[in-house]
C-alpha cells in the first residue's frame, strides 16, 4: 500500500498559508501551516492565446510559440509538483528533506502566484525523506548538457529510473502535473561554478512509472544559487515545463545578453525579476482584453498600458512583422517581483517563434545603448540592459519593418500612454 502526500498552498499577496504531511506508517509529518487567510484559487481554465498576433512557430520544442502544444504542464489553476529529494553514496545530505525543501517554498510557490494575478496555484507535494541513489554521482555522467537516454546506462534515464522505482510504492504518479527532483546541496559542483540544473519537458521521455503513467515534465535542482532570491531556479525550470525557453544563449556565442534582467528566463540571478508579458500571455496569465493587436497596415492608434505589477488593464501591444515575428511594447515599473527595477517606462523587445531556446528568441530593444545600464555593482545582473526601458518623450521605430512605438506620457495613475504605428502591411 502507497504512503499518502497530500500537500496543500494557497499564497496572496502578503500571506502564505501551508499544509503539507506524508500519512502512513511509521508516523506522519507534517509542516506546520502559516498564520494567515486562505487565498483564493486562480480559475480553472485559461484562454488560449488567439488571433492574428498569436503567432505560430516551433512546436516541437519550449519555443515562443504563442500557443504552447500538448504535453507541457498547463500553467494555470492548480498545479500540483511532486517534490522528491536525492543523494548519493559519495554525497550523503547534511541536512533534512524539510530544511531543504524551505529553500523553495513557499517563496517560489508565491513568485508563480503573484506574477500570474493569482491565476495559478503552485502546490507543492513533498516526499520528507531522501531517496538514496546506489551509484556514486559521477558514476550517472551527470554534467552540463547529460541527455536523457533509454540507451544510455548513466546520464538522467538512468538516475530518474532509479529514483522512480525507489519513490513508486510512496508516490501516485498520476495525482501530480510535474516532478521537481532536489538534489542534496552537496552533491555535483557549486553552482557558481558550473550550473546543472536542467528540465525534461514536452514530450515522452521513454520512462515509465509503475502507475503507468510518462514520466515527464520533471525538473532537476542542483546545488545552490547565490544572491538574495536564490529559490527563483524552481521558476525558471518550472517554467520549462509550462513551455517557456532559454532566452539565454546556449550555443557558447560572446555576445551581451538577449533580455537580460527583464525575464528570469534569461537572468534568474540576483534580485528578483518578473516575466514579461508575452510569457504570461502564454502561460495563460493574461485575458483577451489585455493584449492588443496591431496588424500591419493598420492605422496608428493610442493605447494605455497597465504596468506589470498591477492586475487588469492593457498588458501588451503585439505587432506582427511577419508570420513568426513581432514586435512587443508593455509597461514595467518597480514592485513586489521587480524591487531593484531602476528605470520604469515601456519595454520594446521582439519575438522570434522560429528561433530555437538558447539562440536568442526574445530580444529586448535598449533604448540607452551603451550606457552601462543602470543596476551596477551586482555580479549577478548584467547592468547594460538594466535602463532598456524607453521613457516619455522616446519613440523607437523598427528598421526593417518600419513599426514604431512612441512613449507620449507617464499618467498619474502610473500607466502609460503610447502611440504605434503598426508594420508595413508588406511585412506580413
Given at each position: 500500500?502507497?504512503?499518502?502526500?497530500?500537500?496543500?498552498?494557497?499564497?496572496?499577496?502578503?500571506?502564505?498559508?501551508?499544509?503539507?504531511?506524508?500519512?502512513?506508517?511509521?508516523?506522519?509529518?507534517?509542516?506546520?501551516?502559516?498564520?494567515?487567510?486562505?487565498?483564493?484559487?486562480?480559475?480553472?481554465?485559461?484562454?488560449?492565446?488567439?488571433?492574428?498576433?498569436?503567432?505560430?512557430?516551433?512546436?516541437?520544442n519550449v519555443a515562443e510559440t504563442a500557443a504552447t502544444?500538448?504535453?507541457?504542464?498547463?500553467?494555470?489553476?492548480?498545479?500540483?509538483?511532486?517534490?522528491?529529494?536525492?543523494?548519493?553514496?559519495?554525497?550523503?545530505?547534511?541536512?533534512?528533506?524539510?530544511?531543504?525543501?524551505?529553500?523553495?517554498?513557499?517563496?517560489?510557490?508565491?513568485?508563480?502566484?503573484?506574477?500570474?494575478?493569482?491565476?495559478?496555484?503552485?502546490?507543492?507535494?513533498?516526499?520528507?525523506?531522501?531517496?538514496?541513489m546506489a551509484r556514486p554521482l559521477a558514476a550517472y555522467?551527470?554534467?552540463?548538457?547529460?541527455?536523457?537516454?533509454?540507451?544510455?546506462?548513466?546520464?538522467?534515464?538512468?538516475?530518474?529510473?532509479?529514483?522512480?522505482?525507489?519513490?513508486?510504492?510512496?508516490?501516485?504518479?498520476?495525482?501530480?502535473?510535474?516532478?521537481?527532483?532536489?538534489?542534496?546541496p552537496n552533491a555535483g559542483p557549486a553552482a557558481t561554478?558550473?550550473?546543472?540544473?536542467?528540465?525534461?519537458?514536452?514530450?515522452?521521455?521513454?520512462?515509465?512509472?509503475?502507475?503507468?503513467?510518462?514520466?515527464?515534465?520533471?525538473?532537476?535542482?542542483?546545488?545552490?544559487?547565490?544572491?538574495?532570491?536564490?529559490?527563483?531556479?524552481?521558476?525558471?525550470?518550472?517554467?520549462?515545463?509550462?513551455?517557456?525557453?532559454?532566452?539565454?544563449?546556449?550555443?557558447?556565442?560572446?555576445?551581451?545578453?538577449?533580455?537580460?534582467?527583464?525575464?528570469?528566463?534569461?537572468?534568474?540571478?540576483?534580485?528578483?525579476?518578473?516575466?514579461?508579458?508575452?510569457?504570461?500571455?502564454?502561460?495563460?496569465?493574461?485575458?483577451?482584453?489585455?493584449?492588443?493587436?496591431?496588424?500591419?497596415?493598420?492605422?496608428?492608434?493610442?493605447?494605455?498600458?497597465?504596468?506589470?505589477?498591477?492586475?487588469?488593464?492593457?498588458?501588451?501591444?503585439?505587432?506582427?512583422?511577419?508570420?513568426?515575428?513581432?514586435?512587443?511594447?508593455?509597461?514595467?515599473?518597480?514592485?513586489?517581483?521587480?524591487?531593484?527595477?531602476?528605470?520604469?517606462?515601456?519595454?520594446?523587445?521582439?519575438?522570434?517563434?522560429?528561433?530555437?531556446?538558447?539562440?536568442?528568441?526574445?530580444?529586448?530593444?535598449?533604448?540607452?545603448?551603451?550606457?552601462?545600464?543602470?543596476?551596477?555593482?551586482?555580479?549577478?545582473?548584467?547592468?547594460?540592459?538594466?535602463?532598456?526601458?524607453?521613457?516619455?518623450?522616446?519613440?523607437?521605430?523598427?528598421?526593417?519593418?518600419?513599426?514604431?512605438?512612441?512613449?507620449?506620457?507617464?499618467?498619474?495613475?502610473?500607466?502609460?500612454?503610447?502611440?504605434?504605428?503598426?508594420?508595413?502591411?508588406?511585412?506580413?
Amino acid at each position: 500500500m502507497k504512503q499518502c502526500i497530500s500537500a496543500a498552498l494557497a499564497v496572496g499577496a502578503a500571506t502564505a498559508t501551508a499544509a503539507i504531511a506524508l500519512c502512513g506508517p511509521p508516523a506522519t509529518t507534517a509542516i506546520p501551516a502559516t498564520a494567515g487567510p486562505r487565498a483564493p484559487e486562480g480559475p480553472a481554465t485559461a484562454e488560449r492565446p488567439s488571433g492574428p498576433c498569436a503567432l505560430g512557430g516551433i512546436t516541437d520544442n519550449v519555443a515562443e510559440t504563442a500557443a504552447t502544444p500538448d504535453g507541457y504542464a498547463r500553467a494555470h489553476g492548480t498545479v500540483r509538483a511532486l517534490t522528491l529529494f536525492i543523494d548519493f553514496p559519495d554525497a550523503r545530505a547534511t541536512i533534512t528533506p524539510r530544511a531543504r525543501f524551505a529553500e523553495f517554498f513557499p517563496a517560489a510557490a508565491e513568485f508563480f502566484h503573484t506574477s500570474s494575478y493569482g491565476r495559478l496555484v503552485y502546490r507543492p507535494a513533498p516526499l520528507l525523506k531522501w531517496l538514496h541513489m546506489a551509484r556514486p554521482l559521477a558514476a550517472y555522467g551527470i554534467r552540463r548538457g547529460a541527455a536523457f537516454d533509454p540507451a544510455s546506462d548513466g546520464g538522467y534515464h538512468a538516475l530518474s529510473q532509479e529514483i522512480v522505482r525507489a519513490a513508486d510504492a510512496s508516490v501516485d504518479f498520476r495525482d501530480y502535473d510535474i516532478v521537481n527532483v532536489i538534489a542534496a546541496p552537496n552533491a555535483g559542483p557549486a553552482a557558481t561554478r558550473t550550473v546543472l540544473s536542467v528540465t525534461f519537458s514536452g514530450s515522452d521521455l521513454g520512462l515509465r512509472t509503475g502507475d503507468g503513467v510518462p514520466f515527464r515534465n520533471a525538473s532537476f535542482i542542483w546545488s545552490r544559487q547565490p544572491g538574495p532570491s536564490p529559490f527563483r531556479v524552481i521558476n525558471h525550470e518550472n517554467a520549462h515545463s509550462f513551455g517557456l525557453p532559454d532566452l539565454y544563449y546556449t550555443d557558447g556565442r560572446n555576445a551581451p545578453p538577449a533580455a537580460g534582467h527583464w525575464d528570469p528566463m534569461d537572468e534568474d540571478w540576483g534580485p528578483a525579476n518578473d516575466f514579461t508579458g508575452w510569457h504570461k500571455w502564454k502561460l495563460g496569465w493574461l485575458g483577451a482584453g489585455q493584449v492588443a493587436c496591431a496588424q500591419p497596415g493598420g492605422p496608428a492608434a493610442e493605447f494605455t498600458l497597465t504596468p506589470m505589477p498591477s492586475p487588469g488593464g492593457t498588458k501588451i501591444v503585439v505587432m506582427p512583422t511577419s508570420a513568426r515575428t513581432a514586435l512587443v511594447a508593455e509597461a514595467r515599473t518597480r514592485g513586489p517581483l521587480d524591487p531593484a527595477l531602476c528605470r520604469p517606462g515601456v519595454l520594446v523587445y521582439r519575438v522570434a517563434t522560429d528561433v530555437a531556446s538558447g539562440g536568442g528568441p526574445l530580444r529586448v530593444v535598449d533604448a540607452t545603448p551603451h550606457s552601462g545600464g543602470c543596476l551596477t555593482g551586482n555580479r549577478y545582473v548584467h547592468a547594460e540592459l538594466t535602463d532598456a526601458a524607453f521613457r516619455p518623450g522616446a519613440t523607437y521605430t523598427d528598421p526593417r519593418s518600419h513599426a514604431a512605438v512612441s512613449v507620449l506620457a507617464r499618467n498619474p495613475d502610473g500607466t502609460y500612454r503610447i502611440r504605434i504605428r503598426p508594420p508595413d502591411a508588406r511585412t506580413r
